[in-house]
Nanobody
Framework: QVQLVQSGGGLVQPGGSLRLSCAASGSIFSINTMAWYRQAPGKQRELVAAISIGGSTDYADSVKGRFTISGDRAKHTWDLHMNSLKPEDTAVYYC????????????????WGQGTQVTVSS
């Protein structure tokens, strides 16, 4: 019963900025990690940015210095702020969490948002 709903995305010119948001709802016991992934056509899915259970952040080398992940674990929300966007950032972006549901607190599961298209083009 844990559901992730994401918003944002769209078409933006190179050098532009965009913000993606994710909100988890349902029977949530705890949000352990908060992350963003992306997948471009013909490419493997890659981790873009993540916040660990301890609060540390991790970024893909390709986005370091340009993207920022932020989140509120208690509110079950997290954002990805994307700046200085490049055409190679074009992909479907997915929010992700490793979380524990109230219905089974013995285990941690991965949950995914529906995905949103980000297109960087002039």
């Amino acid at each position: 019963q844990v559901q992730l709903v994401q918003s944002g995305g769209g078409l933006v010119q190179p050098g532009g900025s965009l913000r993606l948001s994710c909100a988890a709802s349902g029977s949530i016991f705890s949000i352990n990690t908060m992350a963003w992934y992306r997948q471009a056509p013909g490419k493997q899915r890659e981790l873009v940015a993540a916040i660990s259970i301890g609060g540390s952040t991790d970024y893909a080398d390709s986005v370091k210095g340009r993207f920022t992940i932020s989140g509120d674990r208690a509110k079950h929300t997290w954002d990805l702020h994307m700046n200085s966007l490049k055409p190679e950032d074009t992909a479907v972006y997915y929010c992700n969490t490793q979380a524990v549901s109230d219905h089974d607190i013995r285990y941690q599961y991965d949950y995914w948002g529906q995905g949103t298209q980000v297109t960087v083009s002039s």
